[in-house]
């Protein structure tokens, strides 16, 4: 086989993702080398997926001996580690039920199907609609980019779903104004991760409990980029005072194994009553068996306090070259979930510090085009952080203030 270029994947793959910059042999750790032998600090964490790095030795033993087990059942059979997982995160949140899918979208599609459902039995057909946020990104389904608060996911794929209403994120009385009798569901990120790292206003979340308890609507809080430990807490919601009806999760749930959860409380989950939905893959023992490992390593006070600790110290770090460069307005997110937000005049260029990290070998994300994002691996030392802000400082130094 002759050695496969980004020409080969340019001529196969479907055109929607652009040409990646490198192709990627492997990865240990927070580390990743490419074909050409180059190793990259890994700060995007594969999207805020690879909580545990890569290839971690005791996610390999679990996916490893459960492939010597039994890889896939269907759901007319059960499954161990399905069981197992249901009841870890039954234990550790406040959901007394749990639905397996294989992504976050998924995830997101059950939690929007059920809320319906639960609503429509409860209350009848008027009872359907869905409040969510502008900038909001719930996956990519015509379910969930109608959710979704960005419209040009959801340009050219209509007729869409109806029944959403969209707001502005973290306002009170916008919302205030939009929840109603009719309203079956409210749809929030704990912290919007795609939509540019904007953690919520911890009244407005209050508010949106409270008012889906006057109005019997459900509260569905999508944890897909938030959810295990990304932000300090096993889960986002726990940083606040409020019990969710819903959660979804996935990303870092299987550390890089493809599996999703939606976690609800027992009267909203009955309303998923014999046959009303279903996955063929979902509940799959070998994802499983690694989310359940995850979750044991994970869900860890030592493994959350270190994430708190080394987020801030590398949110410090950031802003301490900031006050050097001034190229951000702020500096924001928790945990190991950061953006660094350009100031108006360098609106736009998000990618360029993306592609001049790479240049230095380090990989990090944006989070729409005014957004510097960081995901690394919650492993992430203080060292790892302390070499990630030295390559920022080279990188903020050559960004060019006023280009050409
Ligand atoms: C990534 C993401 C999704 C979609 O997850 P997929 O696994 O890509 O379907 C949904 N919601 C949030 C908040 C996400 O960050």
Not at 159 to 165: A, C, E, K, N, T
Not at 205 to 231: N, S, Y
Not at 281 to 287: L, Q
Request: contains cysteine; glycine residues 10%; proline residues 5%.
């Amino acid at each position: 086989m002759h050695a496969l270029t980004l020409s080969d994947y340019e001529a196969v793959m479907t055109p929607n993702y652009g040409v990646p910059s490198r192709i990627i042999r492997e990865g240990r750790g927070v580390h990743v080398t490419d074909v050409d032998g180059d190793t990259y600090l890994d700060m995007a964490g594969g999207i805020a997926v690879s909580a545990m790095g890569h290839c971690h030795p005791e996610l390999v033993a679990a996916l490893v001996a459960q492939a010597n087990r039994v890889w896939h059942l269907s759901n007319t059979l059960a499954n161990e580690p399905a069981i197992a997982l249901a009841k870890a995160l039954i234990e550790v949140t406040f959901a007394d039920r749990v639905f397996f899918a294989n992504s976050g979208a998924e995830a997101n599609e059950a939690a929007l199907k059920l809320a319906r459902r639960a609503a429509f039995n409860e209350c009848g057909p008027e009872k359907h609609e869905i409040i969510c946020f502008e900038n909001a990104f719930h996956g990519r389904t015509l379910f969930t980019v109608s959710a979704g608060g960005q419209p040009k996911y959801r340009e050219g794929f209509g007729p869409l779903p109806g029944g959403f209403i969209h707001i502005p994120f973290n306002e009170c009385a916008p919302f205030e104004r939009a929840i109603s009798e009719k309203t079956c569901a409210v749809m929030v990120e704990v912290v919007q991760g795609e939509g540019g790292v904007r953690p919520i206003c911890p009244t407005l979340l209050e508010k949106i409990r409270i008012a889906c308890d006057r109005v019997g609507a459900r509260l569905i809080i999508d944890e897909v980029q938030t959810g295990m430990g990304r932000t300090g807490r096993l889960f986002g919601y726990q940083h606040h005072d409020i019990t969710p009806d819903i959660v979804t999760s996935a990303k870092s749930l299987g550390c890089g194994f493809p599996i999703a959860a939606m976690l609800a409380n027992e009267a909203t989950a009955q309303h998923f009553t014999l046959g009303s939905h279903g996955s063929t893959y979902g509940g799959n023992p070998m994802g499983c068996a690694v989310a359940l490992k995850a979750l044991e390593l994970i869900n860890q006070p030592e493994m959350l306090s270190h994430v708190e600790r080394v987020g801030a110290h590398l949110q410090a770090g950031l802003n301490a070259l900031n006050t050097k460069y001034g190229l951000f307005e702020r500096v924001r997110g928790r945990g190991l979930l950061l953006g660094c937000v350009l100031k108006p005049e360098f609106h736009g260029r998000a990618g360029e510090l993306v592609k001049a990290a790479l240049d230095l070998k380090m990989l990090c994300l944006i989070a729409g085009p005014n957004v510097l994002r960081l995901a690394p691996p919650l492993i992430l030392s203080q060292a790892n952080a302390d070499d990630a802000l030295s390559r920022f400082d080279q990188i903020f130094a050559r960004f060019e203030k006023d280009p050409a």
